[in-house]
T-cell receptor, first 114, second 112 residues
């Protein structure tokens, strides 16, 4: 399994500011992802974080709004830029193991934008 | 895009009862994962299934990979208060490397 540490666990931010969320995995994994979970909803994939190159974004998500870095196999960051109240959600880091194709999640970052 | 349906959306049961929920898709999946999410936490992986017909248990939880590869089932026996939460299924489409698709979740409430 993979243990995923994510921080901050929660934040309250002002409109127009940016927040960077960090994700650290305790073992080498093949893939890392960022998901958004809006209140009362399921999980929506934002992007796949690619090591040393630009992330692969899903439809509806763009790099200017959600820049992602993955400088090595076990660390990634997601920035939520120029925030608005509509960005209030839980943001989840996840990692996929090389064997047995399991997907693990961090504890999430609860973001509230005022 | 591919979508998963989960049934029921929510359920209220008495402590000690058994629970059944399912996840269905219109297309074939080659992996099914079941998660539980508590408030304020990330989803926790409960069971992973990789072959059609596979039946796997984790304590009081049992999940099955449907024969048609388009569905999966999760059963909880003798429910207890800490079973309360949202249960999500996730499926990996047939082509390796495609991302997991998540169902909308089943919200479980256990009455003492």
């Amino acid at each position: 399994s993979a243990v995923i540490s994510q921080k901050p666990s929660r934040d309250i931010c002002q409109r127009g500011t940016s927040l960077t969320i960090q994700c650290q995995v305790d073992s080498q994994v093949t893939m890392m992802f960022w998901y958004r979970q809006q209140p009362g909803q399921s999980l929506t994939l934002i992007a796949t974080a690619n090591q040393g190159s630009e992330a692969t974004y899903e439809s509806g998500f763009v790099i200017d709004k959600f820049p992602i870095s993955r400088p090595n196999l076990t660390f990634s960051t997601l920035t939520v830029s120029n925030m608005s109240p509509e960005d209030s959600s839980i943001y989840l880091c996840s990692a996929r193991t090389a064997t047995n194709e399991k997907l693990f999640f961090g504890s999430g970052t609860q973001l509230s934008v005022l | 895009g591919q979508q998963l349906n989960q049934s029921p959306q929510s359920m209220f049961i008495q402590e000690g009862e058994d629970v059944s929920m399912n996840c269905t898709s219109s297309s074939i999946f080659n992996t099914w994962l079941w998660y539980k999410q508590d408030p304020g936490e990330g989803p926790v992986l409960l069971i992973a299934l990789y072959k059609a017909g596979e039946l796997t248990s984790n304590g009081r939880l049992t999940a099955q990979f449907g024969i048609t590869r388009k569905d999966s089932f999760l059963n909880i026996s003798a429910s207890i208060p800490s079973d309360v939460g949202i249960y999500f299924c996730a499926g990996a489409p047939l082509n390796y490397g495609q991302n997991f698709v998540f169902g909308p979740g089943t919200r479980l409430s256990v009455l003492p």
